[in-house]
C-alpha cells in the first residue's frame, strides 16, 4: 500500500463524490472514507454507507467505534465491499463521539483498543492501521504515547496515522481542535526514531509540498486534510513535485471528466448539489475563483436537475477566468 500522501478521512467532506473528484486529480494519493460508525454498517443500509466507485481506488475505509464484534464485523464487510485497508478512528474528539464511546476518547482505553484491533485483524485479509493523537488533554508526555503505540502495535498493526496535536476532550469543538493545541511534529518523529519498522503517518497543519517533502524526511507518509478540501488543485502539485507525475488533468480537463460522473449519478436520483459542493476549491487562489464559487452557489442547489441543466451549469463554470472578464 502506497501511503507517501494521503488525504484525511473528513466529516461531511470525503464521501463517494468527492473522492470520485479528487481522484480526476491525483491517480496516486491514498484516499479515506469519512468516518463510518461500526453499528451502522451492522444495523444500517450497508449498500448506501459503503459503495463506492471502483474509480476511487485506492480507497481505505475509517471506521468508528469501540465493540470488538461490530467493529471486527464492519472490518470483514469493507474488505467484501473492495476497501484496500480499515483504519480505526482514534482521533476524534467531538462530544457526540466521546457519548458513544468512540474517537480520542479511546485512548484512555488502549487495553479495548487493543482488543478492537485483535478482533478487526481476525476478520481481513486487508491492513488494519490506526489514526490517532499524540494525547489527550493534559496527557501528553512521550511516554504515554509510546506505550499506547507500543500495545498496539502488538495486535499486528503496523501503520500509524499520527495528528500531532492532542485532543482536548470536553473543553474545545472539533473546530478548535483542529487549530488550538500546538503541532508537536517532534513527538511523530522520535515515534518513527523508536519504531522504526511501523510505518508512521503524519498528519496536522500540512498546507504546501515543501512541508510534505520535510516531513518525508522524517517519517513514512503525509496526511492531509483542509489543505486539499479547500484546495483540491493542490494535488495536482502533489502529482507533479512529489510523484513526478506527468499528463495531470487541467481543471477544465477535471470539470470535463466529471460531467459524466454527474450525468450518470444524477439519472440515480443524486442531487447535483451533492457532487458540485465539493468543487468550490478547484479554483482556488487564481483569476476567476470568485465566479465559480458564486454561480455554483446560486445553480447547483436545483431540484432533480436534468441533464440539459447540467450540462449548462458544468459549461458555464469550464471558463472561470473569462466569465469572470465578461460580468
Known sequence: MNRLVSVAPMMDCTDRHERYFLRLISKNVLLYTEM???????????????EFNIKEKPVALQLGGSSPKLLSNAAKIGEEF???????????????????????????????????????IASTKLPVTVKTRIGYDNVEDYENIYNFVNLLSKTGVKTFIMHARKAMLGKFTPKQNLNIPPLKYDIVYKLKEDFPDLDIVINGGITNTDQIKHHLKKVDGVMIGRSVYHSPYFLADIEKEIYSTENILTREDVIKELINYVKVEIKKGTRLHHIMRHTLGLYHGISGSSFWKRYLSENMCVRNADVQK???????????QRQEVSI
Open 82 to 120: 473492495g476497501y484496500d485497508e480499515i483504519n480505526l478512528n482514534l482521533g476524534c474528539p467531538s462530544k457526540k463521539v466521546q457519548k458513544n464511546k468512540f474517537g480520542a476518547c479511546l485512548m484512555k482505553e488502549p487495553n479495548l483498543v487493543a482488543d478492537c484491533l485483535n478482533e478487526m
Open 36 to 50: 463510518i460508525v461500526s453499528e451502522a454498517i451492522d444495523r444500517g443500509d450497508k449498500k448506501r454507507l459503503l
Open 310 to 320: 447540467v450540462d449548462h451549469i458544468l459549461d458555464k463554470v469550464k471558463h472561470p
